[in-house]
């Protein structure tokens, strides 16, 4: 009999109208069994804009050990220079789903709101082996599978600060907008943590945040490459077939429209609808785009761009 898992999706405002399609998708297609849904909110009206369902929890995001106005305040205090403070916040409330929502599956499927499955998937073996996706690669190399061995990124320099031993195991970075955890496995990677720095650790992962980038970190790349290195025998990888389409928030209506089409057409696994506030700021900072792409990205008429991931070739183009 396969295990349960549970689903974890927390969510904000400006995502709630992606929320019903996020959640309609895995209900449809996850061939592992699903216990519970939780949604993490803070905003009451977004249970108006979803599907009433059984096996659907809201959390109120009050239950956390921390705030969005505590990362903000560390931020500040730390001088940063971008108004990113929800960006890691929302990751930190996928870090404590285990500490703050009782009785979870030990395997529990945490989804980005903005993001739909779109063709039936296992998350789960039949030995209880967490299925990861490789997500995209740390170098944005278009077409090819032929990446680099040694590869520069934000992200891994951060995870490399907060975690004594972490390394990234393969060229690709697990970021991929879901990722099954283990309940043991964040255990110990808290210890781990929390044990080197002294530290709870939400504030370890704020206080070492470095400024030069608008994103400086990924929750999806420091579990991921913690669970390969150190937990092998318990996690699998795959290339899941997706299509992500990244815009600026102002290209909101528009962009839904194209993220569902092609779910309709049935040829993603996948696909990704994802809203960022000054996108433009945000391009300038990607250390892990090539300059010519990233010129390109910059000088298009609307800052609207499919990405499409099939057997580990990037494509990318504008909209």
């Not at 449809?28 to 929890?57: F, G, M, W």
């Amino acid at each position: 009999m396969l295990s349960k898992i549970d689903v974890v999706i927390p969510v904000a405002a400006k995502d709630r109208v992606k929320l019903p399609i996020c959640i309609e998708g895995v209900l449809a297609h996850s061939l592992t069994p699903i216990d519970r849904i939780y949604i993490i909110a803070c905003q009451e009206n977004c249970k108006k804009n979803i599907l009433v369902h059984h096996s659907i929890h809201w959390i109120d995001e009050a239950t956390y050990p921390f705030s969005l106005d505590d990362i903000k305040e560390r931020l500040q205090y730390q001088k940063s220079q971008y108004n990113n403070s929800s960006w890691y916040y929302q990751q930190l409330l996928k870090f404590y789903v285990f500490e703050v929502i009782p009785d979870l599956q030990p395997h529990t499927l945490i989804l980005d709101s903005d993001f739909f499955v779109s063709q039936d998937l296992m998350f789960l073996t039949d030995r209880n082996q967490a299925i990861f996706s490789y997500g995209y690669p740390f170098q944005w190399l278009l077409n090819t599978q032929n990446y680099p061995e040694e590869y520069q990124h934000s992200h891994i320099d951060f995870a490399k600060r907060l975690i004594p031993g972490w390394h990234p195991v393969n060229p690709f970075s697990g970021m991929h907008h879901h990722v099954l955890l283990n309940r043991d496995i964040v255990k110990k990677l808290f210890f781990r943590v929390e044990n080197t720095h002294q530290k709870e650790f939400w504030q370890v992962f704020i206080d070492n945040v470095k400024f030069e980038k608008w994103n400086a970190a990924s929750e999806y790349v420091i579990y991921y490459h913690f669970a390969m290195k150190f937990h092998p025998e318990r996690v699998i990888s795959r290339h899941l077939k997706s299509c992500d389409f990244i815009h600026d928030h102002s290209e909101n209506d528009f962009t839904l429209r194209l993220a569902k089409d092609a779910i309709e057409s049935r040829e993603f696994a996948t696909v990704g609808c994802h809203s960022f506030l000054d996108l433009k700021a945000r391009l300038k900072t990607m250390d892990y785009i090539p300059d010519d792409l990233r010129r390109q990205m910059l000088s298009s008429e609307h800052l609207v761009f499919k990405l499409i991931l099939n057997d580990s070739r990037l494509h990318v183009e504008a909209v």
